[in-house]
Structures are given as C-alpha cells and as structure tokens.
C-alpha cells in the first residue's frame, strides 16, 4: 500500500471510517455482528465529542478479562433506559467508563432528559447529543474507575467540542486493524476469479 | 391538483415490490438521483467552468472543472494518465487507470491539486481529506475510444453505430464518496440543500467528469490530427453517456443500509400510488407519457447486453412495449382513474421489467404531484439504529413473522438454502461471494443474509413468554442482536427488507445492483457475469454549458434522430 504521502503527518479519519474499522475489530475480536455494530457506532460518537473513541474501543477489545463485559454492561444502559429503578443504575466497575457514555446519551434521548454518570470524584452529563465532563480527563475515561452510578437528571455545563474527524494514536489503530484483519478471507485465486465474479473480458 | 384526486390508492406491498426478481428489474425514474441533481442545477441556475485543462499532448496531466451553485461551488479535479493498454481493468483488483477524479468541495488551489496529485492517481492507496467529497477513476472503452480519436482527427465524424453499440467513451468504476479514504463524511453536508438528496456529490462528480471525458477526446484528435482535426459533433457528444462497471461491493450496500433502502423504495411507492390515485388524466399529461413511451423504445433498442438472463429479459421489455402499444391503442386514457387502471392491467399483461418500467413511466407527467418526495430518500433519522430494550417479547415476534414470514417455514438446514456466504476478501478488502460447501469462507461470513438470521432468532424466541422485555433476550442471545434491530427498524420501514433469500444457490447477485443503479438513474444494464455489470450514466444529458430549465427534466428519453 502507498500510504507514503501522510506516512509523517497525523492521520486524519472521517468517522465513518472509525466506524467501519471499529466495526471489523469488534467482530474479529469475537464480538456478535449486532454487538460490533453497537461498537461501532460508540467509538464513533465518542470522535464526535473529541473523545478517543479508538483508544476506548481498543481498551475494551484489548483486555482478555472484561473485554465481552465492557461492551454488554455499556449496552444494556441503553437496551433498559425507561425502566430503571427511580435511584438509578450502579455498576459495579466500569472496565472502560469512556464506553458507557455513547449509550448513556442513547438512554438521555430515550427519555428526553439528561443522563449523569458519577464515579468517585468526577462526572459526566449528556442530553443525548452533547457531553459534558465535570472533574475528568479524557485520559481517565479510558481505564477502570471503578463503581460508577447512572441516574436521569443532570445540567449540562461546557460541552465537548463536536468534531466531525478523528486522529487516533496509530497504535491504537493498528491494534483494531489487526482484529479486523480477521475477519477477512485470505486470498485464493479461486476466489478472485470466483467470488468476484470475473466473466467477460473488462478491458474492451 | 387536489381537485383530481379520486380517493386514496394504498402503496403496493412489500411483499409484491420487495421480491428480488421485481428489485432486479427497475428502472430509473424522476425520483433517481442523477434526475434530481440535474432539476437542481438548472432550477438554482449553477454557473460552469473550465477552469483548467492542463493535459499535454501525451493525453498526461490534470483538468479542474467547476459547478458553482448558489452559495457553494463545487470542482472537479481530474488526471489524466497513460495507461498501458494491459495495465487496463475495470475490476477493483486494478491498480492504474486512464484517468482518476477527485470532487473538491470548494475551488482548489494550487496546493491542493498538487496534493490530490499525489493521491488520487493511486485510488485506494491514496488519501483524500474532509476538503473532498468523492474518489473515483474511469478506462477508456478501447473499442471506441481510438475510433473516435482517429475519426475526429481525420477530420470525420465517428460512425454512428459505433457510438450508440458502446454509449460512452470512457467507463468509471467505483465512485467513493461518503467518508471513504479520508473524504468528508456525508453528515459534513447532508444539511446542505443541494446534498440533500443521496448520492447527489457522487453523481455531480460524474457528470462533470462526462465533460471532461468529451473535452479529452477532443483534445486527444487535435493532437493527432493537427488542423485537420474536427470537434466532436453535438449530436453525438450529447447521446453519449458515461459508462460504469459495477461489481459485487454495491450489492451489501442496500443489506447494509436497511432505512435508507425503505426510504427510496417508499418514495417511488408513494410516488406511484398518488398518480394511480388521480381521477383523470389531462390532455398534456397524456401527451407527455406518450412521447415517453416512443422514446423508450428507442432507448430499449439501444439497449444490449451479451448476458443469456437480461437478454431474454430484453426481449420480454420489447415485447411489453409492443403490448403496451396495444393497449394505449385500446384503451382511453379519458377514463376514469386511467393510471390507475393501466398499472393494475400491466401486472397481467407484461413482464416484470415492463412493469417496472411502466410504474416509471407514468410518473414522468408530474413532477409537481411527486419531485417533493426527494428529499425523503435521504436517512435523516440518528435513532434509526437504536434498540427499543423495552419492547415486548410478543411485538418482536410479530414483527419478525411480517418482514420474515416467508423466510420462517424454509429448511435452512438444507444446502440449497444456504449454498452461498458473503465474505470480504484480504486482497482488496471488496465483498465477495462464495459457495459456504466448496469454499474455507464460512468463518469470514459477513451479515448479508437477514432472513435466516431471523429465522434462527425466531427459533431462539420460541419458548420466552410473550410480556418479556427484549432486552432480556438480549442478554442472552447477543447473537440476535442484529435480528433484533432491523426488525424494529422494519417496523418503521416497510420496504427496508429484501424478501428473498440472499444466500440461495438460486440468487443472481446482478438484482441486488441493478435496484440500487436504478435508483442512480442508470440505464442500458448490461451484466457481464451473474455478479457484475455495466451501466450508463448521463447518456443524452445536456453537458454543463448547456443545461436549463428546459433540457433538465426529461433527458434521459432520447430523441429520435432527424
């Protein structure tokens, strides 16, 4: 590949790119397809709100132990919004915190109030299409802050900035790539003339 | 037109419309994205230009051409290259082509054209930036490229046989737009009013690169030719449209996108079901379809293809045609509900691309009653993707047993069923498809066969009680999650499930194309296997100096020769 050009310079990805890689890394590190998709669409928004979300998903993926959990215990915030208990929902440890906070703003937009995530010393808040961060570092989101506590209700302070690219660390990004990298069938001649369906001459 | 609505006619049902036999015949129509693009243009008035055209005698170097719209321009910068002759292929796996294009958002300066040119040229082993909106590369057709040059610059005109058997001087491939390869995400312009409409960058990326190709030819006589070279007449340059192969990755595409799918099929559905729904038909708009059906012919005698299916398929449209001639002689259009009564006669009476072709046709005289339906086609919806946790157990297996009924009672477990497996391949990262029996690809299988998933998720369902929220099946069946999704999302979209199977050994990928190439506004298909094929793009359309109001609209129906 000829990637000479940017070889030096930060690369830049449109999100939908983190999208798709994020998608294959999730699937080739034995995620469900529909589980993958969830990660997908996470490490995205969390670019959106100049969040890595690369780092965060390569976090998740990464760690043997609680690799699966991070990205179900993240999943069910949205998949139960409206019927949680009135105090909220408590998580024992969060593996990945910056994880959760994609479906807490999927819950925020189901029931058309802020959501807060709360661990020790720090916050966040979202109304389901910005991000606010109280007493937190981008940094800490990306590893186990222990038990973290969900509720509806919130203000919003100073957003994230919204972003519309991300430059992810190229390790982390390798790191996806190689996970995606499984889900690919190695090349055969039979199937480059097979499965791409070769036929007729195309040089005519 | 309030007055002339009779009373409501409902939209055809998915499971008439959604069968790929039917997908796999349609047709372009007012709604297909290059017509809605030209409409635009014309209406809003852009402005083009040649902003350069730097390519030397050896056809090498770049050209920029600008289509300024009302608050935005937008350029095209296209390389010209030389390619030798057995460098040429139209397939992904290529690594060279005879020109490459990049749409620019904006007027580029010199520095940008200096980076796209390091960057374009290579394709899928360059990068774009957010500055760009699409990536593409075109070859020349070698069959009538060189007796175009040759003709022109012996100072005659091609033959005109040669020029209608082809259509077009040069055929794009792959048309990358939508974030890919470091472009701009479409949610970077979907708020713009002219990027409303899908695929809208995609297709003003081709028809300025149809000038371009125009513009190369001729310059290529000059060259060859000296003074006693001549310009392409405008005859012929304006039937000429530009070509396009098209392999299996645009087939996942309308799987993969299941709201944005049901939004263009819905669109033409309702369009549909609002002209069946007018009590009567004026003068002019009778008028207006019977000229378009006289042009169709001659478009549909145009058309060719080697492939044994669309031949017989042709052939079935030319019969059609021959009927529907019958017919509109028999038959008064004064009657009441006459669109109506023509559409219900043509599911007896015609094939399913007559059919198809004719549920076009009859939008063609009003555009006022339908153009508004475009900007529908876009998926504006960001919950669109969201699982609903909390739906009961009982609504997702009714809502499975309406998109997937047909798909419940069939043995998946027999081979036939499932005699095939979407993968994507290492070599070039393209969707391909393979035989699960024959081939190691099964672990590689990527999620392109809806129906059986459900399925298996409608099996797993079977003993959870009917008040269970989803979420707890969710928890645990993982697995399902995928199933669970576009089943909700089918309860929004009727249209947004294919409803058949899509790993059958009986499948003919070309259907999943053909849907999506009509919905663009090709015509001409002509498969060259079961799973690729070529298309035209802009055939007949006015070039950018030319287009107004007048020559928007009806472009695609050519005209007969005086």
């Not at chain 1, 390790?171 to 889900?183: I, K, P, Y």
């Not at chain 2, 190709?213 to 030719?225: F, I, P, S, Y």
């Not at chain 2, 506004?521 to 793009?537: E, K, N, Q, V, Y």
């Amino acid at each position: 590949m000829k990637n000479a050009v940017m070889n030096n310079a930060v690369m830049s990805y449109a999100l939908i790119e983190v999208e798709a890689m994020a998608k294959k890394a999730a699937r080739g590190a034995g995620q469900s397809w529909g589980m993958a998709e969830e990660a997908a669409k996470a490490a995205s928004w969390l670019c959106a709100q100049n969040l890595d979300g690369v780092a965060a998903l390569a976090c998740a993926l990464g760690s043997d132990a609680g690799q699966g959990d991070a990205l179900a215990a993240a999943v069910a915030i949205s998949d139960t919004a409206g019927a949680w208990p009135p105090e909220g929902m408590r998580l024992e440890v969060a593996f990945v915190p910056a994880l959760l906070l994609p479906f807490a703003a999927y819950a925020a937009r189901q029931v058309a109030q802020p959501v807060t995530l709360s661990w020790q010393g720090g916050s966040a808040v979202t109304d389901g299409h910005r991000l606010c961060l109280e007493d937190l570092q981008p940094q800490d989101l990306l590893h186990s802050l222990g038990q973290v506590a969900i509720r509806i209700g919130g203000t919003l302070g100073e957003p994230q900035e919204h972003r519309t690219r991300a430059e992810p660390d190229a390790a982390d990004w390798q790191q996806l790539a190689d996970l995606a990298q499984r889900t690919y069938a190695p090349a055969s001649e039979e199937s480059r003339l097979k499965g791409a369906g070769a036929g007729l001459n195309d040089n005519d | 037109m309030s007055d002339n609505r009779q009373m409501a006619v409902a939209r055809r049902s998915p499971d008439q419309v959604m069968r790929l036999a039917r997908l796999g015949s349609m047709h372009q129509c007012r709604l297909s994205f290059m017509r809605v693009l030209m409409r635009r243009m014309a209406s809003d008035g852009w402005q083009f230009s040649r902003k350069e055209f730097a390519v030397g005698p050896d056809g090498v170097g770049h050209a920029v051409y600008v289509a300024q719209g009302p608050e935005r321009a937008y350029s095209l910068v296209a390389f010209a290259h030389d390619l030798p002759d057995e460098m040429r292929s139209d397939r992904v796996i290529a690594t060279a082509w005879d020109a490459t294009f990049a749409l620019y958002d904006g007027i580029p300066s010199a520095e940008d054209i200096a980076r796209l040119s390091k960057n374009v040229p290579y394709q899928e082993a360059g990068r774009i930036s957010e500055r760009e909106l699409s990536l593409s590369r075109a070859n020349r057709s070698v069959r009538l490229w060189q007796h175009v040059v040759s003709a022109l610059a012996k100072g005659e005109q091609p033959d005109r046989a040669q020029i209608d058997a082809v259509g077009y001087l040069m055929r794009t491939t792959a048309v990358y737009g939508s974030g890919k390869f470091g472009a701009a995400d479409y949610s970077v312009i979907a708020d713009r009013p002219e990027m409303g409409v899908p695929f809208q960058a995609e297709m003003l990326s081709v028809y300025l690169t149809r000038a371009f190709v125009r513009d190369l030819v001729n310059h290529m006589a000059r060259t060859q030719g000296g003074a006693a070279a001549v310009e392409l007449a405008p005859d012929i340059a304006g039937s000429l449209g530009i070509g396009n192969s098209t392999g299996l990755g645009l087939g996942p595409f309308i799987i993969n996108h299941p709201v944005l799918f049901n939004n263009w099929i819905a669109a033409r559905e309702e369009a549909i079901a609002r002209v069946r729904a007018l009590g009567s038909a004026s003068a002019d708009a009778q008028a207006v379809f019977k000229d378009l059906v006289a042009r169709s012919e001659l478009s549909i005698a145009r058309w060719r293809s080697e492939h044994p299916v669309q031949q017989a398929k042709i052939a079935d449209l030319r019969q059609d045609m021959a009927l529907l001639k019958v017919q509109l002689a028999e038959f008064d259009l004064n009657s009441a509900a006459p669109w109506d009564a023509l559409l219900t006669w043509s599911e007896e009476a015609l094939s399913l691309e007559g059919r198809e072709l004719l549920a076009s046709l009859v939008l063609e005289p009003y555009g006022a009653l339908v153009d508004d339906l475009a900007p529908s086609m876009a998926d504006r919806d960001p919950d669109g993707f969201r699982i609903d946790g909390s739906m009961p157990v009982g609504e997702l297996r009714a809502l499975l047993e309406a998109s997937y009924g047909w798909a419940l009672p069939l043995d998946w477990s027999a081979p036939e069923q499932r005699a095939r497996a979407w993968y994507v391949s290492a070599e070039k990262l393209e969707p391909r498809l393979g035989e699960r029996f024959e081939e190691p690809i099964e672990p590689y299988e990527t999620p392109l066969a809806p129906a059986r998933d459900a399925a298996t998720a409608y099996g797993d369902l079977e003993d959870w009680p009917n008040d269970e929220p989803i979420a707890a099946f969710l928890m645990r069946h993982p697995e399902h999650r995928y199933t669970v999704r576009r089943s909700q999302i089918s309860a929004r979209a009727p249209y947004s499930e294919i409803r058949d199977n899509t790993i059958s050994a009986e499948l003919f990928p070309v259907d999943l194309l053909r849907v999506k190439l009509a919905f663009f506004g090709a015509t001409h298909f002509d498969p060259r296997s079961d799973r690729w094929l070529r298309i035209t793009m802009f055939g007949n359309a006015p070039y950018p100096e030319a287009l107004s109001p007048d020559n928007a609209d009806l472009w695609v129906y050519p005209e007969a020769q005086p």
